[in-house]
């Protein structure tokens, strides 16, 4: 039986979109006990978005991809997550998978379907996330429809980056990669036990130790029990953006299975040129890079981090990124500004991280009509259109925001989850956009300058089944309506 291993090659000039393709499957085969040369999957697979495999079903017949391909004959997109069936000329043209209320802000992308095809476990930057990348999973049901996807909850996820998961073939473990637990490099692998019948209640992670991990970065582990072996990427020994490895639980260590080599640009996982720090006992070293959100282009941005004793600057360079030590027992505010970009506002608690090194990275709106900014850190009184105080730092990085591109004009946007009466949510929607346009306006911004109207519960980006997804449905937002 001939065997194919499917992977994903970024920013290779033979790639769709060539050097600047941020990600193309490839495929190596196993002839006599060794793998082929890569081989590029082709242009029905591929385009100039990233593209990658994250699954199969029982049969092999269909391919499971992630990846936003055009639809035919309309140009509409996929929403993220599309199937391809085997033919007798080779994989089909990739159609949408529908799955309510999926959205992945984050330009890294990774996802993991099961053997038998009604689960997948995916990392997203979305609405309710707890920081920044998390884990979610959606059910396929018994009429063949996904369900929404629902957060794995506290113990898998932390303020930093989830990454990677992938579940055992009896669908008992979850495996993933973090940066947000005390571990031997920047990403390590870690897995959970699932405790009852749900995919929501797992076990405290367990770190899979230093014959996997290592001072380098693990990421996309799958594991394969029937067949005696696992697969993840390390940058341990490799040239800086991710050998594959397989590894044996009867061998000493790894071996590599492929070395991704002959790259002019970092693959899906990012290099980042280390530079030496000699930290103290209570310091932390703060590293990553800047993106355009929309084209995933590095960029360079000023990044600030205040605590409530101390301010920290740092500027991230094009290709280099940004890199700072802090004390590693404080909480911050950290705030990311580009020309021609929408600043972010974010929180970030180091009180519990027992961390020597954490890689954050963001991603910024380019300044564009039409372009939307969720407000995560604007809060309210209950039921009342009173801000609380925790609302002023990003309400105030929007004053500047505002101050530094005199020509933007921008709408307000007020939503709410859907419980009471649609008059009453209408009105205290309404009633908070005005009290947030006040605050604006009062530190110096023409009111001509912005509108802005309260929908009510009438604009779900969740179900409002639960408080967790009722959570996600109240926010504030807005929109950039003129240049």
Request: hydrophobic share 35%; charged share 25%.
């Amino acid at each position: 039986m001939e065997v194919h291993f499917f992977f994903t090659r970024g920013n290779h000039p033979d790639n769709a979109g060539g050097k600047a393709d941020p990600g193309d499957i490839w495929m190596s085969f196993l002839i006599e006990g060794t793998w082929s040369a890569p081989v590029h999957t082709g242009p029905v697979l591929n385009d100039r978005g990233y593209n990658a495999v994250i699954g199969f079903s029982p049969d092999g017949s269909q391919m499971f991809l992630i990846g936003h391909y055009s639809g035919t004959p309309a140009p509409a997109k996929t929403q993220g997550i599309a199937v391809s069936r085997r033919t007798n000329n080779g994989w089909s043209k990739p159609e949408n998978i529908f799955i309510p209320y999926f959205l992945n802000k984050s330009s890294f992308s990774s996802g993991f379907i099961s053997s038998d095809g009604t689960l997948f476990v995916f990392s997203a930057e979305t609405y309710g996330t707890m920081g920044v990348e998390d884990i979610f999973i959606s059910i396929k049901g018994a009429d063949g429809k996904w369900g929404e996807p629902r957060n794995v909850g506290r113990n898998v996820n932390t303020q930093f980056q989830e990454l990677c998961p992938s579940l055992s073939e009896d669908g008992s473990r979850l495996y993933f990669s973090s940066n947000g637990r005390k571990g031997f490099g920047s990403f390590d692998i870690y897995y959970c036990t699932r405790l009852d019948n749900t995919y929501y209640n797992w076990s405290e992670p367990v770190n899979l130790g230093s014959t996997i991990n290592s001072e380098g970065r693990e990421l996309f582990f799958r594991n394969y029990s029937s067949n005696g072996f696992s697969l993840f990427t390390s940058t341990k020994n490799s040239d800086g953006y991710g050998d594959i490895k397989l590894y044996k639980p009867e061998s000493s260590q790894p071996d590599t299975l492929l070395v991704i080599s002959n790259r002019v640009a970092p693959d899906t996982v990012t290099a980042f040129k280390e530079k030496t720090y000699a930290l103290t006992d209570w310091e932390i070293r703060i590293y990553g890079k800047v993106s355009d959100a929309k084209t995933g282009k590095v960029i360079t941005a000023r990044l600030t981090f205040a605590s409530k004793d101390k301010k920290l600057s740092a500027e991230a360079i094009s290709d280099e990124g940004y890199s700072v030590a802090i004390p590693s027992t404080a909480e911050y505010t950290v705030e990311v500004v580009s020309p021609n970009y929408v600043s972010v506002f974010e929180k970030l608690d180091l009180n519990t991280v027992e961390l020597k090194e954490l890689e954050m990275n963001f991603r910024l709106q380019p300044v564009e009509v039409g372009a939307t900014v969720t407000l995560k850190n604007i809060l309210f009184i209950q039921s009342t259109p009173e801000l609380l105080p925790e609302s002023y730092p990003e309400l105030n990085l929007v004053v500047e925001f505002l101050k530094a591109n005199p020509h933007v004009e921008i709408e307000l946007s007020g939503h709410t989850d859907n419980r009471g009466s649609y008059r009453a949510l209408m009105e205290l929607s309404q009633k908070r956009v005005n009290r947030v346009k006040s605050y604006l306006v009062s530190k110096g911004i023409d009111p001509k300058r912005i509108s802005g109207k309260g929908y009510g519960g009438t604009k779900p980006v969740a179900s409002n089944d639960s408080e967790e997804s009722r959570q996600l449905n109240r926010r504030v937002e807005f929109t950039i309506k003129k240049l």
